[in-house]
């Protein structure tokens, strides 16, 4: 019943699960039905003197539930076909349309992994299973119900037995599950590690041939088959046991179902009809019970799929008013008195400062200073746990979603890019963006020198990831996103792995013309001289406080935080420009 629940729970349109299930369950009942009419057909028939007028009847009814249920099978097969992948499309739009509305913090790594798995793996199996497998369990129980009932209207002693049998088969049944749940779990575990590593062995070929283990891979992958194979067989070896119990259970019940129904025949209290009769229909009742045994194991791991997508589904997307804010007269930016914390691991303390329209703002600091949450509590891929960020004078928490990210263009450090063209990973931004709009962004972002140097121009495709193009040049696309984008905010994470002078000063270029205009504000995770230069003012974060603020200028002949950052950047700078000028 669990299962049930949580399978109609899952569905955003469980209206089609009813239909299939009602039709299944149809199906068992007129199948448990026809089994019960052998006992006035057989009554009839198996006499000295046989009684075909009486028989008639029972025989047409059986003929026309015969028809009816062939009907219906046929009628099932191609219904249930198409119904799996209509549910499985249902629950894949289902889960886009609501990760869309999740804070963009909660897509890490991990969570993204997962995802992915869901929309595939997880909603394939759910949608199969809740098909091929549902059907079969849903079959199994009623024609074994129908079964019972007509029994105990037969002859109540036998029916006593049949249903003494049931409590005993639910039990062991149920053990048979728990056990099953267990394996999955440590299997899933096994199997995510086995995962992870047959990915590091083709991504560290090299490495790995260079070392001599090409062929047997690194020990951590050994130890992660060699830990998959001992889960396999500790859960194959746990599952035996209640396996053999139930089916213990079906042979005893067979068995003391014949002896019980031959000692009643023997001493006359039921016909020989009537004994054959309820023998086949014994059979038929525990045949259906023993088949679940073989169906637990699916039902489980449909069960697992479920609640893993249901983990999902069940997180709660970041609070909307019910009437925010459609309108942003100007892109200001304050941060007053703001706290923030990854769970117990505090990242913002008492931040305050103010970025007005038309400005740039750097922000240094060593590495876990919170530079980067910074810019994902103005885009709000959280909420604040004190104080409040405000964009044009309104909080953050009060604007429509949409319209903050339609006035925000975020330039990641590691920017990812379709595979597709160029041109296309620009529309992006602007889908109906003209000619002329697409070359003048790409002129701003210096992206232009890159495209005429690439045999198919604007036509180029990147790679999976942007991978056939460097770091500063998927960088530059970026950028012309934003130019295209006309955003009014601009949030950038620069690059800080080594980009080559060309590219270097192409960016900061770019950089200097994004805040060109007199309303776009722009705030850049900084590390470089060049990028420094070009901003009016920066913010000096350390461990999660400011511990300067203000003009560029400023600081740097303060001689404090900022200006020992500032020399080390130069220094960093000055040693990469030597090392390329001699290699030796």
């Known amino acids: 019943m669990n299962l049930i629940r949580h399978l109609y729970k899952l569905w955003p349109n469980p209206v089609l699960l009813i239909r299939l299930g009602l039709l299944q369950a149809i199906m068992a009942i007129l199948q448990g039905a026809l089994l019960g009419l052998l006992v006035p057909i057989l009554s009839a028939l198996l006499q000295p003197d046989p009684d075909f007028q ?80 549902g059907g079969p369990a849903i079959t199994s129980l009623l024609v074994s119900a129908t079964i019972l009932v007509i029994t105990f209207v037969v002859d109540w002693r036998m029916g006593l037995l049949f249903a003494a049998i049931v409590p005993f088969a639910y039990l062991t049944l149920r053990y048979s599950a728990r056990i099953a749940d267990e394996a ?21 070929q090299p490495v790995l041939r260079a ?8 020990e951590r992958m050994r130890a992660a088959l060699e830990d998959h194979r001992r889960v396999y067989r500790q859960g194959m070896n746990r599952s ?50 023993g088949g679940l045994i073989d169906l637990n194991g699916a039902l489980r791991e449909m069960d697992n799929s479920i609640q893993r997508l249901m983990a999902i589904l069940e997180t709660p997307e970041l609070p909307q008013k019910p009437d925010p804010v459609r309108h942003l007269a100007q892109a200001s930016i304050s941060f007053s008195n703001v706290s923030f914390g990854y769970g117990e691991k505090s990242a913002l303390t008492d931040v305050t400062f103010h ?37 044009g004078g309104i909080d953050v928490r009060d604007i429509d979603q949409q319209t903050m990210m339609d006035d925000i263009a975020i330039i990641f450090q590691d920017v990812y890019l ?9 529309r992006l931004a602007r889908p109906d963006a003209t000619a002329d709009d697409l070359a003048a962004a790409a002129r701003a972002a210096r992206l232009d020198e890159l495209i005429a140097r690439l045999p198919d121009g604007w036509n180029t495709r990147v790679g999976e990831g942007g991978a056939q193009l460097s ?19 601009v949030l950038i994470d620069e690059a800080s792995s080594a980009l080559d002078p060309e590219n270097e000063q192409a960016i900061a270029r770019a950089i200097v013309d994004l805040a060109g205009s007199g309303e776009r ?26 511990v300067e603020f203000g003009s560029t200028a400023e600081l740097r002949r303060a001689g404090g935080f900022f200006a020992g950052l500032y020399g080390q950047y130069e220094q960093a700078r000055n040693w990469r420009i030597t090392a390329r000028q001699d290699p030796h």
Not at 419 to 424: G, L
């Open 54 to 133: 009486a028989a008639q009847p029972w025989l047409v009814a059986g003929a026309l539930g015969l028809f009816v249920y062939g009907v219906l099978s046929v009628i099932a097969s191609p219904v249930g076909l198409a119904a799996g992948k209509q549910l499985a499309a249902e629950l894949r739009l289902h889960l886009m349309q609501h990760v869309s509305v999740l804070p963009l913090g909660w897509f890490t790594t991990e969570r993204k992994a997962r995802l992915s798995r869901a929309v595939t793996a997880d909603v394939g199996h759910v949608a199969h299973l809740a098909v091929v497998t």
């Open 184 to 204: 999955v779990v440590l299997m899933e575990v096994a199997n995510t590690e086995i995962a992870g590593r047959s990915i590091e062995f083709g991504q560290a």
């Open 211 to 218: 070392a001599g283990l090409g062929v047997t891979g690194s």
């Open 240 to 289: 035996m046991i209640p396996d053999l119990a139930y089916t213990a259970v079906v042979v005893i019940g067979i068995g003391a179902m014949l002896v019980y129904g031959a000692s009643l025949l023997v001493e006359g209290s039921i016909s020989v009809a009537t004994t054959v009769a309820l023998l086949i229909l014994a059979v038929r009742f525990i045949e259906p019970l």
């Open 355 to 391: 970025c007005r329209p038309g400005t740039t703002t750097a922000l240094v600091g060593p590495s876990g200073s919170g530079k980067t949450t910074v810019i994902r509590l103005i885009a709000r891929f959280f909420d604040v746990d004190k104080g409040s960020v405000r964009i």
């Open 418 to 426: 379709f595979d597709d063209t160029i041109e296309n990973n620009l």
């Open 471 to 489: 770091g500063g040049e998927r960088q530059r696309v970026s950028i012309a996103r934003a130019f295209l984008k006309k955003a009014r905010i």
């Open 521 to 546: 504000t722009v705030i850049v995770i900084a590390h470089r001289p060049t990028t420094l230069a070009a901003a009016d003012q920066a913010v000096a974060l350390d461990a999660g406080h400011i």
